[in-house]
């Protein structure tokens, strides 16, 4: 009996981590990575950081990489750059921007059901 509780114990324990690990998760997910010159972008069932500060007037290279042969991921649309790219798998594929305005534009997949997004500063 003892032994039983024990177990019933740490399978508590362990979802009670689990929950505060896949909230974290999600929260530390959504927060933007800012980028110097350059970032990678891993694309795998989602965007890989799916959110990314810019900074305004500085050119930045922005590398696809898709390792998901999902053809949902085939392509990305960052349609406020006028950008639609088709993405091979395990390629590098770069992008140029230079963002003119501050504000925030999404980037999403061909069928636009994965969604990604670009803050300016
Ligand atoms: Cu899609």
Redesign the pocket.
């Given at each position: 009996m003892e032994l039983d509780k024990i177990i019933v114990s740490l399978l508590g324990f362990g979802g009670i981590g689990f929950i505060g690990w896949f909230f974290f998760g999600k929260k530390a997910s959504s927060n933007a990575v800012e980028v110097g010159d350059a970032i990678t972008i891993q694309v795998s069932g989602g965007y890989a950081p799916a959110t990314i500060q810019l900074q305004k007037d500085k050119k930045t290279t922005i590398t696809f990489h898709r390792t998901d042969p999902s053809s949902?991921?085939e392509e990305v649309v960052l349609s406020d750059f006028k950008i639609r790219k088709f993405l091979p798998l395990n390629k590098d594929i770069s992008i140029e921007i230079t963002p003119q305005k501050a504000g925030e534009f999404p980037f999403v997949?061909?069928?636009?059901?994965?969604h990604g997004k670009i803050i300016v500063k």
């Open positions: 949902c991921l997949c061909g069928m636009n059901m994965f």
